[in-house]
């Protein structure tokens, strides 16, 4: 497929898992794609056409450098078409002990840099018609144990996505998520080290298996391509069916 021949993406957390699959997914389309994180792209860079890439090193959760990340993306390529907000970390515990640094770190990256990015990119998007979309997670839409801050603010990424789309629909630009449950990447090596927890999750996934990134990429560029141009707004559940269930357990 060509869908994003002549198309411009930028991607955040592209260093590893499903931001680094997501870049190569745009790539083997046709785009040209800019590739952003705090990590080391070297590796996602390895993979990519280095003509038709441009990796930044760069903080969304810091203002002006997700601002900087457009502004150089744009000024590399001409354009942009697509911004997936991917970028996330992680923290974990019982509420009361939760510390303010944890807090602050996972709200924003995880939902300040989704805000900050979008706003920097919508006068680009408007020029191009194109589209948002972030990577939201199914702990934006129920809660998990001992998670507060990650589904916190994930389920501001998930109405954030609503909102926007409202916003901006007028205007040309699409807005969409993806709510991925368990998905191999960095921030979920430890379970998949631990043959106990994998199969705990796995008795929960309706197709008894964890989500691989290539399979959370694919919908990405699906909501970004031409093929959804009627879809804005939606959160779309990329979780083996996780979301399908009422929570009580298999008989």
């Known amino acids: 497929m060509d869908r994003f021949k002549d198309k411009v993406v930028l991607v955040t957390g592209a260093a590893s898992g499903i931001g680094a699959a997501t870049a190569r997914r745009f790539a083997e389309e046709g785009a040209k794609v800019a590739i952003i994180d705090i990590a080391d792209l070297s590796d996602t860079q390895s993979s990519l056409d280095p003509q038709n890439t441009l990796a930044i090193t760069a903080d969304v959760s810091d203002v002006a450098q997700a601002e900087e990340m457009i502004a150089k993306t744009v000024a590399q390529f001409g354009r942009l078409d697509v911004l997936v907000n991917n970028a996330g970390v992680f923290a974990s515990g019982d509420p009361d002990k939760i510390s303010d640094a944890d807090w602050r770190k996972v709200i ?90 994998l199969a705990k999750f796995a008795e929960r996934i309706p197709l008894g298996r964890p989500c691989e990134p290539e399979e959370v990429a694919a919908v990405i560029a699906f909501l970004a391509s031409s093929d959804a141009s009627f879809v804005t707004g939606a959160n779309i559940f990329v979780d083996g069916g996780v979301s399908a269930s009422n929570g009580q357990p298999a008989q």
């Open 108 to 197: 924003a990256t995880d939902l300040d840099g989704v805000f900050f990015g979008s706003r920097a990119a919508i006068p680009h998007l408007e020029k191009t018609k194109g589209s948002i979309v972030n990577t939201a997670s199914v702990s934006g839409t129920g809660g998990d144990w001992n998670m507060l801050p990650y589904n916190t603010a994930k389920g501001g990424v998930v109405n954030f996505t609503r909102a926007l789309a409202m916003d901006l629909g007028r205007r040309g630009v699409r807005v969409n998520s993806v709510c991925p449950s368990l998905t191999r990447t960095g921030m979920t090596k430890d379970t998949f080290e631990d043959p106990e927890a």
